[in-house]
């Protein structure tokens, strides 16, 4: 639909699972990898998949254990380290105690380009030994078990890259962006006590949530709206293209019209000659923004940690300095403040 980006919105049934959460909770999901990167581990490797390993007490054979248990799709010094160890690569073991070095392979790179670029062999074991656990990935819930009952919804970007002119695909995303209706998914429930509500219903929410980071405030939103709460909210969304990437575009008009939403900002980077963002809405609503917060607001700040929430954190400064008349290190403070009662809460990644 001419969108850079694939954003999957997920719905899961919790139906006689007992799992429970409030908005702000972030849901695990448990992935497994990609089935031909583990076969082409394999090929690389020269290993037999249904060769039997042991991951602590359990015996399973290589195929399972790389597909279900083992972190392929990404590499850590310490992996690289023990691979050079385990193939008695000198040079290579060199490189990976050196933090300047090897950056790119451990940047972006997988275990397949690791065998690639350094071939050597190794026992399946000693493969097993070397990997990590597969780790659980975080996604904040976008539904509200108030107005979604048995249910949990999700908002994920699906991640693919090149590296060494090959595709590399994100382990969780990619995974769940092939699910079919009536697969089940290991999930948990993470509370999230640093991103809730305001206990007052009647206190004012700022929500900032570009991307895939406007995932919690459509939980929030669902649940103002569930409990016929109205007003007081503002939320600032942004992404590239209006036309292709106004993610729940219709359920913010429903908010809207239903008064549960009362204002809302929006920052289409690329549909204009000059790039703009969420912040550059924020300080265009400066003066406002700042009475909210003098009225006690509670703001909140969620999605990408790299370059949105910084550039988020500085517009605030200028907003306090410009609408308060604080110089830069009392903005700073008072900031420090609002983090330190709650109303400033970041969910950030
Ligand atoms: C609290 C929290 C909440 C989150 N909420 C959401 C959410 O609501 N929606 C959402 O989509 N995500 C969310 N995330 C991010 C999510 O947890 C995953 O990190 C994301 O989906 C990627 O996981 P993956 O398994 O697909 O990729 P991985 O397998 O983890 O990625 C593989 C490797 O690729 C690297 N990589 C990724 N992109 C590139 C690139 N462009 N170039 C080079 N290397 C790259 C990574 O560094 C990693 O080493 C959240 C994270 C946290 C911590």
């Keep these: 639909d001419g969108s850079e980006k694939e954003v999957y919105h ?13 908005p702000g909770d972030i849901l695990a999901i448990k992935p497994e990898n990609n089935r031909r990167l583990v ?8 290993l037999n998949g249904e060769a039997r390993v042991s991951i602590k007490n359990d015996s399973l054979s290589l195929l399972d254990a790389l597909l279900t248990q083992l972190e392929v799709a990404s590499l850590t010094r ?5 691979y050079a160890e385990a193939i008695s690569h000198k040079v290579l073991a060199k490189q990976a105690a050196d933090k300047s070095q090897l950056t790119h392979l451990i940047g972006s790179g997988d275990v397949l380009d690791l065998l690639v670029s350094y071939p050597g062999k190794l026992t399946a074991q000693a493969l097993v030994d070397l990997l990590r656990p597969l780790q659980a990935r975080q996604y904040s819930i976008a539904s509200s078990l108030e107005a979604h009952p048995d249910e949990v919804h999700l908002l994920i970007k699906r991640v693919e890259f090149a590296h060494e002119s090959r595709t590399h695909l994100g382990v969780a995303s990619n995974w769940v962006a092939h699910l079919n209706p009536g697969d089940v998914l290991p999930i948990y429930v993470k509370p999230n006590n640093g991103f ?4 007052d219903s009647a206190t004012k929410i700022i929500m900032v949530g570009p991307g895939t980071g406007v995932a919690p405030f459509r939980s929030f939103l669902s649940q103002r ?3 016929g ?13 209006f036309r292709s990437d106004f993610l729940y575009q219709t359920e913010w008009q429903q908010f809207k019209n239903h008064g549960t ?14 790039k703009v963002y969420v912040q550059h809405r924020l300080l265009e609503a400066g003066a406002e923004i700042y009475q909210w917060l003098q009225d006690g607001a509670h703001l909140y700040v969620c999605g990408d940690m790299n370059h949105m929430a910084k550039d988020v954190h500085a517009t605030l400064i ?14 700073q403070t008072e900031l420090d403040q609002l983090i330190s009662n709650g109303r400033y809460q970041r969910d950030v990644y």
């Design 10 to 22: 997920l719905e899961l049934s919790l139906e006689n699972s007992g799992i429970q959460y409030q």
């Design 39 to 46: 076969s082409e581990i394999l090929r690389e490797s020269a």
């Design 78 to 82: 310490k992996v690289v380290q023990q």
């Design 196 to 199: 809730k509500l305001p206990p």
């Design 225 to 227: 709206h569930a409990a």
């Design 229 to 241: 709460i109205e007003g007081n909210s503002w939320l600032f969304f942004g992404e590239q293209h």
């Design 261 to 274: 939403l009362e204002r809302i900002s929006l920052a289409f980077s690329r549909d204009q000659e000059e």
């Design 318 to 331: 200028k907003i306090f300095q410009e609408f308060g008349g604080y110089d830069e290190a009392q903005a």
